[in-house]
């Protein structure tokens, strides 16, 4: 299976500054992967299909890069409601896998 | 609006088998544009995919858990359903139910998730 590696685990940053995630699979998944949040007591929500789409209604803030094994998901300026966990998923190959989430909370 | 439905008990006996039941309404796991699955995830941990059913009738399985694993689906009352055998305590987890589109560009990915249901697996 693939595995997908989320670095950091935990990003501690400010309102309205710049953050950038990591997702590293351990084989190529071409541009099939996507990006959702998940903030506590609620199921996750789909933010970036296909590597770079954003879903319907998310925020231009969020844009997400990568292809093959290296993807990035970056947040520019941190609204209040962005500290959430981010996880990334594989549909590339099945079983479908997720990394282990990326925890962005408030400096 | 597809809204799913998770149900069943939230607690579960080691050794015991765990039954889960989805109803989705708003749409139908006849549908030939999307998968119904089930993802889960263990208190403060990572999300794992258990399976997906498609509405010809195959059914893909995480092979880790596929010896244990069995789900079905009842187009009549436009339910999913899972049944995971021999429980352990690593099996506690929150389970969703999960709808993921057949085809296009969002082939695969999870558009819309259940709000989840907490099952403890304890003596």
């Known amino acids: 299976e693939i595995v997908l590696t989320q670095s950091p685990a935990t990003l501690s940053l400010s309102p309205g500054e710049r953050a950038t995630l990591s997702c590293r699979a351990s084989?190529?998944?071409?541009?099939?992967l996507a990006w959702y949040q998940q903030k506590p007591g609620q199921a996750p929500r789909l933010l970036i299909y296909?590597?770079?789409n954003r879903a319907t209604g998310v925020p231009a803030r969020f844009s997400g890069s990568g292809s093959g094994t290296d993807f990035t998901l970056t947040i520019n300026s941190l609204e209040p409601e962005d500290f959430a966990v981010y996880h990334c998923?594989?549909?590339?190959?099945?079983?479908?896998?997720f990394g282990g989430g990326t925890k962005v909370e408030i400096k | 609006q597809v809204h799913l439905q998770e149900s069943g008990p939230g607690l579960v006996k080691p050794s015991e088998t765990l039954s889960l039941t989805c109803t989705v309404s708003?749409?139908?796991?006849?549908?030939?544009?999307?998968?119904w699955g089930w993802i889960r995830q263990p208190p403060g941990k990572g999300l794992e995919w258990i399976g997906s059913?498609?509405?010809?009738?195959?059914?893909y399985y995480n092979p880790s858990l596929n010896s244990r694993v069995t789900i079905s689906a009842d187009t009549s009352k436009n339910q999913l359903s899972l049944k995971l055998w021999s429980v352990i305590a690593a099996d506690t987890a929150m389970y969703y139910c999960?709808?993921?589109?057949?085809?296009?560009?969002?082939?695969?990915?999870?558009?819309?998730w259940g709000q989840g249901t907490l099952v403890t697996v304890s003596s």
């Open positions: 999960a709808r993921l589109p057949y085809g296009g560009q969002s082939h695969n990915y999870v558009d819309y």
């Open positions: 708003g749409g139908s796991i006849s549908s030939p544009s999307y998968y």
């Open positions: 059913f498609y509405y010809e009738g195959s059914i």
């Open positions: 084989q190529s998944v071409d541009i099939y």
């Open positions: 296909g590597a770079s």
């Open positions: 998923q594989q549909r590339s190959h099945w079983p479908l896998t």
